[in-house]
């Protein structure tokens, strides 16, 4: 389809397509920072049955976003799996498995579609508030459009993540401030025309319109993987609702082209709290939460979401539902037992939402449940507990001794 303009996606105001350097300025005056989403020509609705094999990437998609498959900067991205694991909850949960993305987490749908985009206008210069995961698809897809790319962080922030950026050649740099990256990358956009593929200035209302595009594909995955049928509840971690949102806009594309009879209940799993407390009110801005400890779930540790991460939540009937360290690593710990796939902490927030809402009764024996894990154990191994190996000696008994000693396990 053709993108023809950006609209509110809270308010319907139409904007040009150049304007994705904005939220919408109608409801800013209202206090509430409401992002951009892409308008197409839809006089021909995309058909599910002739959607092409080929490329077995997000690209098969292309009919449905804002750019042609030709014009994909690529790593092979999306075409995840999904995958059935045993629940104590429900009969049917599926893994949406996104840890295998090239750079390991979802946000590489993302970066495909935006800096896709932006070297198709001919931007010079991709930037990115985030060192986390979203940075690090930003700094790879960069890389591979051969783009320079500026990534403002602050300090502290440290890992594997800063490595996978700075691998990629990005240039990286540390404010004193968390908001002071906003300040410098808006000006930067204005001043430098800079393609930022992140929020860059605050209150955040999300990511570049764009780049979320790319999140549609996940729902069309997932709806093609169960045969057409929607699943009853789709769980995800969720920090700015980029990815919740384009989920609900790709479940919302299908059921009205005719590809699907229904739409998912949306669970968010956050760990501020400020997506609950908005859903018990009317309000449009989900508040801050301030807490005085950080969380384990690092990459989606902020006090407080976005406009469109309610919206998608109130126009699904969706829930919220706020996690703790504790809950976290066990539901962590648990899918790498149980099911052999090691996630981020901030991942394993959707399984432990998954067990709240199952306690509670609220998800149901007969449901359908997808959880999506977001991205892979090895960007935050800080977070899992970690004890030295025990050593053995070139023989039998010592063997049987050490593993007896330290697993209870008798050979
Ligand atoms: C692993 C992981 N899961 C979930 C999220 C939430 O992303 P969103 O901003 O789309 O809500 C992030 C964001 O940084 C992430 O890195
Ligand atoms: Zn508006």
Redesign the pocket.
């Known amino acids: 389809m053709k993108p023809t303009s950006l609209s509110c996606i809270r308010c319907g105001r139409s904007y040009p397509l150049e304007s994705l350097d904005r939220a919408c300025g109608v409801c800013e005056r209202d206090g509430v920072a409401a992002n951009l989403g892409v308008v197409y020509d839809e006089s021909a609705s995309p058909d599910r049955d002739a959607l092409p094999a080929a490329p077995r990437t997000l690209w098969r998609f292309a009919d449905t976003l804002p750019l042609e498959a030709g014009q994909a900067i690529s790593l092979g991205e999306g075409m995840t799996p999904l995958l059935p694991i045993a629940s104590p909850w429900c009969e049917a949960l599926f893994v949406k498995d996104e840890t295998r993305n090239p750079t390991w ?3 590489d749908r993302l970066a495909s579609v935006a800096v896709s985009w932006a070297v198709s206008a001919g931007a010079g210069v991709i930037a990115t508030s ?1 060192s ?3 940075g690090a698809a930003a700094a790879s897809y960069a890389a591979r459009a051969g783009l320079p790319c500026v990534v403002l962080t602050f300090k502290g922030a440290a890992g594997p993540m800063v490595e996978q950026i700075r691998a990629a050649g990005a240039m990286v740099l540390e404010c004193a401030e968390k908001e002071d990256r906003w300040h410098i990358l808006s000006r930067a956009v204005e001043k430098f025309g800079w393609f930022p593929t992140s929020p860059f200035f605050g209150p955040t209302a999300g ?1 570049n319109s764009i780049g979320i595009e790319g999140y549609k594909t996940l729902a069309y995955e997932i709806a093609e993987g169960l045969d057409w049928c929607v699943p009853d509840w789709c769980v ?9 949102f384009g989920l609900w806009k790709g479940f919302d594309e299908m059921r009205r082209w005719g590809w699907t009879g229904g739409m998912p209940r949306l669970v968010a799993a956050e760990v501020s709290g400020s997506l609950s407390s908005a859903l018990s009110t009317d309000d449009p801005m989900p508040p801050a939460v301030d807490r005085d400890a950080g969380s384990v779930a690092t ?2 540790d902020i006090p407080r979401s976005t406009a469109q ?1 309610l919206i998608a939540l109130r126009r699904t009937d969706g829930i919220a539902v706020a996690l703790d360290d504790a809950a976290i690593l066990g539901a962590r710990e648990t899918l790498a037992r149980g099911a052999g796939l090691f996630v ?1 902490a ?2 394993a927030a959707a399984f432990a939402a998954i067990e709240r809402l199952g306690v509670a009764g609220t998800i149901r024996r007969g449901d359908t449940v997808v959880a999506i894990a ?2 892979s154990g090895l ?1 935050d191994v800080g977070a899992a507990p970690s004890a030295p190996v025990p050593s053995v000696k070139a023989d039998l008994d010592d063997l049987r001794r050490a593993l007896g000693e330290h697993y209870g396990f008798d050979v």
């Open positions: 987490s979802f946000k985030s986390g995961n979203a990511s995800l971690p969720v920090c700015y609702g980029d990815a919740l990459s989606i991460a981020e901030s991942s977001t991205a960007k």
